[in-house]
């Protein structure tokens, strides 16, 4: 079981950033009830001075947003936080609880009063925000870890990762990501994506874009090394 500190703390946050340097989720190789234990901890969001747990957290964060978390993970202690919840974990951002919150209030007013034009509207609009987020639920979506491997040992891996991370299309999410050692001296660039299965082909993408002009300048390879339906 991993434990950390009081994350409210500079010497708490130094520890997750040192844990995280080399993992791209608190436990596991895919997103658990860890990371949202994790996750709630943080009153804030956290500094670019923590740049492992700034990477982390922005990719967890998306997560919730599109899917939410459902493995169990194997276990984390946080100090001064409560064990995780079901609610928690399908619980959207407290951003978004509070808007609907304060939708909900504005709908309690009036309650027998005669519906203007605007409260009409204002209520289509909600039902179609409802369906359109209920189909797009109904995607599968998957969590997928990606060896790419350079040239040589004289390769910018700087660059390599910047041109992957230039690939940006609808359904697709980039996250953490990692430089591993390979030998004599050359190290790959291991990286997780979140795709929507109905809108991302990943052998695709790595046949028609992670593996021709330009971004072939820095990538010799890619290997698909975990994919896992979220």
Same mark, same amino acid.
């Given at each position: 079981m991993v434990a950390f500190p009081n994350l409210s703390s500079d010497? %708490?946050? #130094? #520890? +997750?950033?040192?844990? +995280?340097? =080399?993992?791209?989720?608190? =436990? %596991?190789y895919q997103a658990s009830k860890d990371d949202i234990?994790?996750?709630?901890a943080l009153s804030k969001p956290p500094t670019s001075e923590y740049v492992n747990v700034s990477r982390w957290f922005h990719h967890i964060d998306a997560l919730l947003r599109i899917s939410g978390v459902s493995a169990e993970g194997s276990g984390v202690v946080v100090e001064g936080q409560s064990p995780i919840t079901e609610e928690a974990v399908a619980t959207p951002p407290a951003a978004e609880s509070k808007a609907a919150a304060e939708e909900e209030e504005d709908d309690d007013v009036d309650l027998f009063g005669e519906e203007t034009e605007e409260e009409k509207k204002a209520a289509e609009e909600r039902a179609a925000s409802v369906k359109a987020s209920t189909k797009k639920k109904e995607s599968g979506k998957s969590s997928v870890l990606i060896d790419i491997k350079p040239w040589d040992d004289e390769t910018d891996m700087k660059k390599l990762e910047e041109a992957v991370r230039s690939i940006q299309m609808e359904g +697709?999410?980039?996250g953490a990501s990692k430089l591993v050692p390979v030998g004599y001296g050359i190290k790959k660039l291991q990286i997780m994506c979140t795709i929507v299965d109905d809108l991302v082909s990943i052998d695709t993408m790595i046949e028609e874009q992670l593996t021709v002009e330009p971004i072939n300048e820095y990538v010799q390879s890619c290997d698909i090394v975990a994919f896992n339906k979220i």
């Open positions: 010497a %708490g946050l #130094k #520890k +997750l950033d040192e844990h +995280l340097l =080399t993992r791209s989720y608190i =436990t %596991g234990t994790v996750f709630t +697709l999410f980039w």
